[in-house]
Every structure is written in C-alpha cells, then in structure tokens.
C-alpha cells in the first residue's frame, strides 16, 4: 500500500485527561497533527498524507467527542482504515473521577458532554460511551498522577526515540565578552585560553571565518585538544538534554573581542552538530 511507510497515532479518551499535551509531545516529536479532527476525515487525512510524497511519515490527530454526532462515526473510519491497509494506533488517555472535577474547575471550562454544567454526570457519561473505544485502544496512559512533563516523557517513551537528535535544535551564538553574555544563553563556553590571532598583524583584521584565522585556532595543539574534549562532552551531554524533553538549546561561545577564536570554534562545533543529525543555526553576534 502507498500509506504503509506512515505512522499514524490517533488520541482519543476522556475529556481533561491530557490530549492536548499528548498531541503537543508528538508535535515536538516531528509528528504532523491535527486536533480535533471529525473521524469522517480520517481517511482523507491520510490520502493527504500521502500525497506530501515522503514529507508527512508520523502524524497523530485527536478524535473525541467535542466531534458530537461525527465521534459516532469513529468505528467506521477505523474499519475502512484497516481495509485500506493503513497501519494505526490508538492513544487512550483517562484520569481518576476525582482528578478530572478537579481539573474542570481550575480551567472553569464547561464539560462537552454536560451541557447543564455537571460535571461528575459530563465524566461519567463520557467514561460509559468511551468503553468500547478503549477496549480497542492499543496503549492507554492513566494520567491521574502524571504532571505535564511527566506525560511528555511517556508519550515520547511510547512513540519516539528519545535520543532521536532531529527533535531538538541547536542554536549557536559566537560574541565578546567585552559586550556582555547572551542572555537566553543555556551554556557558555569561554575560548579566550585560546592562541588570538588579534596579535598577529596578518590576522588581526580577518575574523574567525577566514582560513587563515580558522586554521591558526583550530591547528593550535591546545585548540585540537580543546575540540577533542569539547566534542566528548557534548556527546554525553546532549542524550540528557533530549532525555529531559528539551527541544531547543542555545549555545554561547566567547572570546575577548566575538571576532576570532569565538567565531572559528562555533563554525567547528556547528559542522561536528550536523555530522550528528542535529538542526543547527549560527549567529556570530559581535562580528560586525
């Protein structure tokens, strides 16, 4: 079939259980998404998909009962994705009685499902018309106890590779000291241990862009060192960053002036990034 190569997740479950956040943890995931989506459409999505040629290969929608008379065809529309060979899995999210009230109240929304404004009679009749759905459901996640993050983590346990680098972008900002630290900066690495081609009278008016500059910094004894150890590090640490959710991390590099030693390590660092799959941008803040 032309859609086999597409993962597809669809999130249903009670209302104030989390879809939203499980549907946002996807999308950070590189999954393309569709919230609140009429199950009539489920297969038109799909066609869709498809014809991105390649370009959509993950999306997940949400199909609840804010659809009203459309969730009643939900059973339909998995029936005819199953004809057409379309490989899916269901997400069922629930919550405790007791938490989903809670939840209610702190967002003073109305339950979809209690037009009177009840809530326990909204949970408990949505909870009665949902049985058969999970029964169908290939995972369920009870988030009762599970603040956002938490829920982020599962549902990237359950449907993505944590260490996947496509999931997080790195931006690197080379600048001088002399003009202050980058202040959404996450690390800052201080280079001005490093040889300064400011010294060297055939250099002092280039920038760590230029070759001569670059190769005066980087073929240092000290500078391959540095970039051996540095590199080191970022490989252990950047799993951790992904580990814990981050999606973009933002990089300082200084030197004295952000003219030279600063500009030539973040192109370096950039280059050794992208060789690990990660989404990299450069913004040498200082050169001008």
Known sequence: MPWKNLSLVIITGLSGAGKTQALQSLEDMSFFCIDNLPPSLLQKFVELCFQSQGKISKAAVVCDLRGGEFFTSLNQALLDLQEAGVKYEILFLEASDEVLINRYKESRRRHPVSPRGH??????????????????????????????AQLKDKVRELFGN??????????????????????????????????????????????????KVRDHVLSSSIGREFLEKYFDMLEFVLPHYLREGKSHLVIGIGCTGGQHRSVAIAEKTAEFLRQQNFFCVVNHRDLD
Not at 189 to 210: A, C, S, T
């Open 119 to 148: 809530i326990l009679e909204g949970i408990r009749s949505e909870r009665k018309q949902l049985i058969e759905l999970r029964g169908k459901a290939h995972k369920i996640i009870d988030t009762s106890d599970l603040k956002a």
């Open 162 to 211: 944590a260490y996947d680098p496509a999931r997080m972008s790195v931006s690197i900002i080379s600048f001088g000291f002399k003009y202050g630290i980058p202040l959404d900066a996450d690390n800052i690495v201080d280079v001005r241990f490093l040889p300064n081609p400011y010294y060297i009278e055939e250099l002092k008016f280039l920038n760590g862009k230029d070759k």
